[in-house]
């Protein structure tokens, strides 16, 4: 996949493990959302360098074959503030923690009484793709509502629209790359067409907005 210049990879020291906070959260915590294709492994990483360790749960589906989501999730762990997993199913959602969906499932999340969990779906590919980012975004507005942020980034074809759609109509807060960072203006653009996309960003912008809405900085 392509990838432009973006922000300066952060050192390993940044993600020592004592700088972290894991917590399981309880039903009603924010979460966000994060769907991505086509240039999305950089804006994905690039999107994480600028979130702190003590960050609300991330759930993350990049269209991705099975043979390198468990890579890409250790890259991520190794250079991001946050933990950063590949998701097997059933994991508490903690706070600090992103999963990042496996290349053979659909992610979901589920609620349970002691608070949200990752599923997993072996069900037919959506969209063309599994994982796929309307699915995720789908069980963010049918479960979490007005409580989720989703984020939609660069790729290619329409995947993620409709989700973003029906999460902003939950009362979710939505954002989309736009078309100057985007390797492909795909995914953000049709999200913007049927009106799913409450804000759209720079990549570098992306994080900041986010965080600004849960009335947070970036990493000190």
């Known amino acids: ?3 432009r210049p973006g922000r300066a990879e952060m ?28 240039g999305g492994t950089e804006a994905v990483k690039n999107f994480l360098l600028g979130i702190p360790p003590d960050c609300v749960p991330i759930m993350v589906v990049q269209h991705m074959p099975e ?3 468990a890579s890409f999730a250790a890259r991520l762990n190794s250079l991001c503030q946050p933990r950063v997993i590949e998701a097997q199913g059933g994991e508490s959602l903690e706070s600090g923690t992103v999963y990042v969906a496996p290349g053979h499932s659909h992610l979901t999340i589920r609620r349970r009484a002691s608070g ?5 779906l072996k069900t037919p590919p959506f969209n063309r793709h599994r994982p796929s980012v309307d699915v995720l975004f789908d069980s963010a507005a049918d ?3 007005s409580n989720a942020i989703g984020v939609i980034l660069t790729g290619m074809g329409k995947d993620g629209a409709n989700g973003l759609l029906r999460m902003r109509m939950a009362g979710a807060r939505t954002f989309g790359q736009d078309e100057a960072s985007c390797i492909v203006y795909g995914m953000p653009r049709e999200a913007a067409m049927v009106g799913a996309v409450e804000e759209v960003a720079s990549l570098d912008a992306l994080s900041r907005r986010v965080l600004s809405v849960l009335g947070r900085t970036g990493p000190s």
């Open 143 to 145: 479960v979490v509502g």
């Open 11 to 38: 050192p390993k020291a940044a993600t020592a493990p004592g700088s972290r906070v894991a917590r399981p959260v309880a039903n009603g915590s924010k979460i966000i959302f994060i769907g991505a294709s086509t």
């Open 116 to 120: 949200y969990i990752t599923e997993l």
């Open 67 to 69: 043979t390198f989501t």
């Open 1 to 3: 996949m392509n990838s």
